[in-house]
């Protein structure tokens, strides 16, 4: 089993910025692809940013402003990924959820995090 945590959230003004991290008890090498998702209230949960491989995909509504990242950890039993924000909006106001899908001995298996909200307010 694979638990994600996340951290980074928090109260944020218009125009601010925050960095959003995940950390995965497993190695980047079992993992096939990495994602940030996002959920306002009353809304459905949407993609924000995901790498797969070496393709990197951004929602239309990030593009320009999200940066996702990802790194091993430097034992190897962990990973992180990232999600920078920049020029944040009120409209980004969100729990943000880290998933990954994993590769090798995990293939095929989805892993979520908790969450951690981000309110962009002034």
């Known amino acids: 089993q694979v638990q994600l945590v996340e951290s980074g959230g928090g109260l944020v003004q218009p125009g601010g910025s925050l960095r959003l991290s995940c950390e995965a008890s497993t190695s980047i090498l079992n993992i096939g692809i990495v994602g940030w998702y996002r959920q306002a209230p009353g809304k459905e949960r949407e993609l924000v940013a995901r790498?797969?491989?070496?393709?990197?995909?951004?929602?239309?509504s990030v593009k320009g402003r999200f940066t996702i990242a990802r790194d091993n950890g430097r034992d190897n039993r962990k990973s992180f990924i990232y999600l920078h924000m920049y020029n944040l909006k009120p409209e980004d106001t969100a729990l943000y959820l880290c998933?990954?899908?994993?590769?090798?001995?995990?293939?095929?298996?989805?892993?979520w995090g908790q969450g951690t909200q981000v309110t962009v307010s002034s």
């Open positions: 790498i797969t491989g070496d393709i990197v995909d951004y929602a239309d």
């Open positions: 998933s990954i899908r994993g590769a090798r001995q995990l293939r095929g298996r989805d892993f």
